[in-house]
């Protein structure tokens, strides 16, 4: 059964760091592009970074350059989100995300599943 599981989200002080984690299950990560999105209270849902099958990273948010970064370690079929110097404004429930074809897009409309996601509150 294919499956993606997130976790690492929680409550952080701004200026923090978290690194999310997102396990696949029923497929192989380096076969496929996967993102992560995130969707804060009232707000639609938006892309935030992609992988490529390569390794690329693809800034789909202007607001993750410089902060935020995404990786894969295939051995354990995972990607990895690592975010640092967090705001407020990041806060909001984070997406793992594989895409239906080979690009990176943020259009939800292109993802092909979803985990169930993980909640990043950043609060004094």
């Known amino acids: 059964q294919l499956q993606l599981v997130e976790s690492g989200g929680g409550l952080v002080q701004p200026g923090g760091s978290l690194r999310l984690s997102c396990v696949a299950s029923g497929f192989n990560l380096d076969l496929y592009y996967v993102g992560w999105f995130r969707q804060a209270p009232g707000k639609a849902r938006e892309g935030v970074l992609c992988?490529?099958?390569?390794?690329?990273?693809?800034y789909l948010a202007d607001s993750a350059k410089g902060r935020f970064t995404i990786s894969k370690d295939n051995t354990k079929n995972t990607i990895y989100l690592q975010m640092n110097s967090l705001k407020p404004e990041d806060t909001a429930v984070y997406y793992c995300?594989?895409?239906?074809?080979?690009?990176?897009?943020?259009?939800?409309?292109?993802?092909?599943?979803w985990g169930q996601g993980t909640q990043v509150t950043v609060s004094a």
């Open positions: 995300a594989r895409y239906r074809y080979n690009y990176c897009t943020k259009f939800m409309n292109d993802v092909a599943s």
């Open positions: 992988i490529t099958r390569n390794g690329g990273a693809i």
